[in-house]
């Protein structure tokens, strides 16, 4: 058995490399309970930490390089813990005979991108392989922070009577990516989404507290897969109406021509959020105040369901069982 | 100007591209303190936070693998920072096509080492690359550990009249994977040193606390490059007697016919100390008794030297200044 580009797309294949593999062999109760991100504790202090290496191709889509993709994918994920982002750890890979103006133009990307975020680079590392051993330079970063008093998130906290809520819309980061590869003869005026969200998501937990259940970023493997995770480890179902799930109409034509579902495809600058319905209309009108929230909607709720199916209410009145992201080979998107 | 293989090998080169390029962007104080390592505050605890890139070819020598290696290296830097490991994060970044039973061989060796170093694997990541974007696999580590109440090492804490301990012969990582890569048709049975040091390193600090003033691990770049990195960061010289360096007499000689210095070739199992000289003998006799510091010597002394040079007494009564690792194409030792 060999890797296969979709063991890295982030969907199903991906979930079974990391159960076969990964969880046997580094069997501890922090890993079990979420895999990209842990929850430390020194005392009384909460420390969330993350890693995520970015292999993005092409380097440059518009909207996003891969140096402000590094900084803004780990900063999102420590959001997610209900964590602040407070410090970064970089190691550069890099390929003999990469420009070195390049780098720094990386380099400076991240620096840029940590300022907005409010986070310090503060340890790294870099390593040379010869030619034909990297594409130019991979970049890895591990995040820090501080989780917030009175949060508590876990993608196992969602229960019946909830509701799912997406803070913009859906699909975009990968569309455009794939298309800026020019492998399909389409092109696009769409910018990726990439964006650190810390002013979107620090007040709402801040205002929140617990009844913010489970916070998601719906990176590689799309929503479908975010959603799948969630009811798994929440055994719980879900309900949601495709008519309330925003995207941008660009990014929905190029994945029908495509044939690729858009709910597949890896965002990098929006959040899953599952909320108690009590606070939905006030959550809502927060998430839209806030311009990088203002197409935010209530997409559906969390239901009782033991086979944990997250159920898509069609627009045609139909229903279907939306799946983690399959047969999809699409690496490289972050 | 191109990114070449020795800004890969730890030595000049390697200080040159950290200082112009990310020291530069990154500015902050915990980094400017020591890039490879950092050393966080909350509230009255301390983290220490650290990472690396581990990308060794052959995978596999005598002694170490990329996956002993790659929690060893991490696990020994928390250690430099008086800190006992405790949570590591870990990346991958796997060519396409990579047998699946030797990626379950790496995360095994990752897993035993962390066993017997004492820390979690709690949070990881997987990307995958197509062919001939990457060389089977690569793997990151970044660790976190808690610094020692009473301990405080930094390396610009060396003071003149302070002496200059390693733990054990030095250069042995380096001459092994170099011989192993074959190029040179010479052959070797001496095996890596690679090797997570806790039981050597943790009841030092708790036993002698502050008059251990440094610690480091001589990864690449070697002993030459450590001690030139300390002896910069604590404004102060060092005089270095060639004869008390501990050195395998295979390593020594294998470097001889290949005309390279073994001071300048990557340890993975052994830590330079700076130590208060009141503590040097029962220091010296404590590194002994445990096996992986049976050959430690006391190989010099800090000295007052505006210039921060590093000065090497040969055995032959002559002196020469020994001077970072250069001129050495030397990547992917570690």
């Known amino acids: 058995m060999e890797i296969n580009l979709e063991h890295?797309?982030?969907?199903?294949?991906?979930?079974?490399?990391?159960?076969?593999?990964?969880?046997?062999?580094?069997?501890?109760?922090?890993?079990?309970?979420?895999?990209?991100?842990?929850?430390?504790?020194?005392?009384?202090?909460?420390?969330a930490f993350t890693t995520d290496a970015f292999v993005m191709a092409p380097k440059k889509v518009s909207g996003c390089t891969i140096g402000k993709l590094s900084v803004t994918g780990t900063v999102n994920d420590l959001l997610t813990c209900g964590a602040i982002p407070m410090?970064?750890?970089?190691?550069?890979?890099?390929?003999?005979?990469?420009?070195?103006?390049?780098?720094?133009?990386?380099?400076?990307?991240?620096?840029?991108?940590?300022?907005?975020?409010?986070?310090?680079?503060?340890?790294?590392?870099?390593?040379?392989?010869?030619?034909?051993k990297a594409d130019g330079v991979y970049v890895i970063t591990s995040g820090i922070g501080k989780v917030i008093k009175n949060s508590n998130v876990s993608g196992s906290n969602a229960e019946p009577g909830d509701v799912i809520v997406v803070s913009g819309p859906v699909g975009t980061h990968g569309t455009v990516v794939m298309l800026a590869r020019?492998?399909?003869?389409?092109?696009?005026?769409?910018?990726?989404?990439?964006?650190?969200?810390?002013?979107?998501?620090?007040?709402?937990?801040?205002?929140?507290?617990k009844?913010?259940?489970?916070?998601?970023?719906?990176?590689?493997?799309?929503?479908?897969?975010?959603?799948?995770?969630?009811?798994?480890?929440?055994?719980?179902?879900?309900?949601?109406?495709?008519?309330k799930i925003p995207v941008l109409e660009e990014v929905k034509s190029?994945?029908?021509?495509?044939?690729?579902?858009?709910?597949?495809?890896a965002n990098e600058g929006i959040m899953v959020f599952i909320v108690d319905a009590k606070i939905k209309e006030k959550f809502l009108k927060d998430l839209r105040n806030n311009p990088k929230g203002r197409l935010?909607?209530?997409?559906?709720?969390?239901?009782?369901?033991?086979?944990k199916k997250v159920v898509l209410s069609?627009?045609?009145?139909?229903?279907?069982?939306l799946d983690m992201a399959k047969g999809l080979p699409l690496p490289r998107i972050c």
Request: hydrophobic share 40%; aromatic share 6%; proline share 2%.
């Open 182 to 209: 020019g492998e399909f003869g389409l092109y696009s005026s769409v910018s990726s989404d990439c964006c650190p969200l810390n002013d979107l998501v620090i007040p709402l937990i801040k205002k929140y507290g």
């Open 211 to 243: 009844k913010i259940k489970v916070i998601r970023d719906p990176t590689r493997g799309g929503l479908a897969t975010t959603l799948n995770e969630i009811a798994k480890e929440s055994k719980v179902g879900m309900v949601v109406e495709e008519s």
């Open 8 to 47: 890295g797309a982030g969907g199903k294949l991906t979930h079974e490399l990391f159960n076969s593999i990964f969880y046997k062999a580094f069997k501890n109760k922090i890993l079990e309970k979420a895999g990209d991100k842990a929850i430390l504790r020194f005392g009384s202090t909460r420390i």
């Open 254 to 265: 190029a994945c029908e021509v495509l044939g690729i579902d858009f709910l597949s495809m």
């Open 314 to 321: 069609t627009s045609v009145g139909g229903e279907r069982i």
């Open 296 to 307: 935010a909607s209530v997409i559906g709720k969390v239901v009782s369901d033991k086979e």
């Open 87 to 132: 410090y970064l750890s970089a190691s550069f890979i890099i390929e003999e005979g990469y420009p070195i103006a390049n780098l720094s133009e990386i380099v400076r990307d991240m620096s840029e991108t940590a300022k907005i975020s409010g986070v310090s680079i503060v340890t790294g590392d870099t390593k040379v392989v010869e030619r034909g």
